[in-house]
């Protein structure tokens, strides 16, 4: 397995009470298939997400991914690991905004053993001719594309996709996902996507219904569907 | 009041900026009522003094006695015989006695009493620094004396050997007053009248006329010095200038470092809060409400920074002023202030922060709610200059860092001229002690190749006593401006006591006319030009063609050949006024009007520049606070607005170090370029200050920086932004990842 969670809890104070966010999930995804997560808001799927890519802690259970614990992983450890293993696309892009897209690439490129060459790269996402625009000049799925070159570009063994197409519309959501899916694909990148489009699960190959921080069900498609055809 | 306890809380939510706009306005108001009350006490300490005491406006000699009462009556003036002998007390300590004064120049007693039969005043810092006190017995020429008491000079305010010295060493020069009874037994005594007119305006003209009116009795003037250009007085009134631009210069800079800072802040802030600001409009309120209450935090900066400041700075006044009665004793006045410069320290800060602070407030109040609660925050406009930026070529932690000096040009401007104000305070002091060090090594210690002057009463001729070197000197001024006064020195051709070099650094011997290089710059005189001037002892007019300029700060002189002088002179092409020596020299008493001593001379300058130290401390610790304000201010901001770049950063898996260096190294150029250009910056300044001092000094110093200051200098700024940046690690470390997680989900 590339990835396997096992009974993950985790939970946060809010004043005197505790909320429990996950209560025990579990998980497995193969390498090279896409995951999605689908949950409404406040199910933990965040939070399940961040775990995984080492940006939080869990309180127990256990995280392996490509055969390493990260759940046992030291903060310095954590950083090795979102640096060389784990590429991020967030829903609202996170691009900064006086840097030119090119540079945006970069700055992932920078810290990277054995990135891509940022050039192609964006040719990947299409947007070779927008290397020296800055964000503010491009159109929102013009900057999710950027942000998915951003993650892809040091060649991570795992794409995590924060609702990638949640603040676009119909057709460049659509478009983002086949880009994904092309990314999966050419790249045999694992990708693991959290969402709360249910349509969008028709391309995952194992789909995980969180609820009130448990796994209520896990679905396993044989055959996943295009991108282009999913229909919402 | 709850948008009041708004203004408190953001306040202490950015406790740094507001401290360090506080503390910057406190140091230019209380910089501001220091300097230009004590300017005002010392000002009126000098005016009192030199009334009471009857300061006065010339002080001559001539070669023949002259009538005080007919001369005194003829230009309504008040006019007393005195004098001075330099007397020696131990081997290298040397007194200045003074004849006792009655009408002019009436000394004034400190503690004791007026000085007796056999009983003698002296200044207090000589008489404490080599434990003579009030009772004791000193011994003066030979003869001993009972100190009565610590006299106070007004014709010798600034207790300081000869213009040369600039400033005394007291266990080795001191002042003295005898009676004029006692004065008169004293070997080496030099008679000087004491000139007061008792109409006060126009003082040049009538010192004019009394010279003319005693050259037309015949009767020929040895020396000749205007109060306003004795350094022992004039010092004072240059200090006061000094003190008074002071009060002005340091100030407004620090006023202007404030104004740029806290509307920078106000811009970044009421840009920020547009979401809110939008919303307290939905909820009703008044742009006139928002607009008293964005006013409250520029006015509550500048009334405590404003108010503590001065009166910090009416507490300083009094120490300041004490301590500059201990180089320029005067007697001791009651330490006054002007209520109104207090209220305008007060008062102008905050007018003029408010009235930026408001500027700003009514452009972004002047917006359209609607417009206002879409957030212009999320519009984050690109910059002509980010445009046009083309940095392909760059590593991308230098892209990084451009990319970051560029977006704020605000911020980087602030930064930039913050660091010129600290380079400027740091090198200042280094400044001054590379002069005096230039001018003593490369000056005196170059050019004079002897140990003892001695200048004779009356020109001798023949030839000098063996191992010594005869030369001649005529003091002369400018026809078309008798303010400026100088040496002409006629030596021999080939001498070795005198070495000049030209502006290549080749020696060049005194064969023909040589001016030196202050005098050059003085008169702006090149090879070629003539210079016409007359002769304060026979009034006669000579002109001189200058061949050369010599590379030398040690003074303003021509030199010329020897033979030449004399011819010039009309003096037998023999004589000689004075002699070079390595070893000291007696003589009877009466032929020697002057000794110098150059080894005194090179100590005056050593103790200038060990006096100079804590001034240099001082400047360096106030340019390190400054700068340091400055610097954690700026990086601050920079951390805070990067804040999501920083948490983003963390996510993708940037280390501690890498963080730091992109982001709070970012300041370095501007850092680097601000300490560049603070050099330029503070020559020019120095330049100036020297220009403006030159007359009073009766120095030109020249403007020089020692390379080793400089990188000092440069050490000492990239320390203290290193010191700053260590200070802002923290608000990077605990910057959450969370932050970038959580982007546009509020």
Redesign the interface.
Known sequence: MFITVENLKKSYLMGESKNEVLKGVSLTLEKGEIGVILGPSGSGKSTLMNIIGGVDHADSGSVHVDGVEITALDDDALTDYRRNSVGFVFQFYNLIPNLTVAENIEVVSNISKSALNTDTVLEAVGLEEKKRSFPKQLSGGEQQRVSIARAIVKNPKLLLCDEPTGALDYETARGMLSLLQKINSDFGTTILMVTHNTAISGMANKVYKLRDGEIVETIRHDETVAAERIEW | MALFKKVIRSMLEHKARYIGSMLLLMISSMMFVMASNTSINLEKAFKTFSEQNVLSDAEFSVDTEIDTNAIGEKFNAKVELGGTADCEVKPGQKLRVFAMMNEVNIPAVEEGSLSGASEIMLNRLFAETNGYGIGDTITVAGKEFTVSGYCLLPNFIYVVESKEVMMNDPSTFGVGVISKAEFNTLPDRHYVYALRFNERDNIQTQETAVKTELRSQGITITSWQSTDKKINVSYVPMEVGVLSKVSVAVPLVMLLLTCVLLGMLMWRMIKGESVLIGTFYALGYRRKALRRHYLMFPLLVSAIGAVVGSVLGILLTDLMFKFLLTAFPMPVQETIYNNWLIVFAVLFPITVLCGVTLGIISKVLRIPAAILMKGRES????NLI??KLR??RLK??T??QI??Q??SLSRSFFLLFGVVVATMLILYGFTMKSSVDYMLHKGIKEMYNLKYEYVFTSVKTGVPPTGTEQFNAAYVSLVENDDTSFYVVGTLPDTERIRLKDSSGRPIKPEQNIVTLPLAQKLNLKPGDRVTVFNTEDGKERTFIVEQVADTYAGEFLFMPLDRFNTEFGLPTNAYIGIWSDEPLTFPQGEVQSTKSIDAIVAGFGHLIDQMGPMIYGLIFAAFIVGLIIIYIVTGLVVEESR??IS????????KK?INRLILSSNTIIVILGYLLGIPALLGTVGALYNSLADTLQVVLPVKLNFWYMLLGFVIVMLTYEVAKLMCRKKVARIP??E??K???E
Request: proline residues 0%; without cysteine; glycine residues 6%.
């Open positions: 519009q984050k406009k690109i980010e445009r940095l392909e991308f932690n892209k990084f990319r970051e560029v977006r999501a770049n983003l950063m963390k996510v993708f898996g940037y280390r890498e990842m969370s970038a997680l982007v546009g989900m």
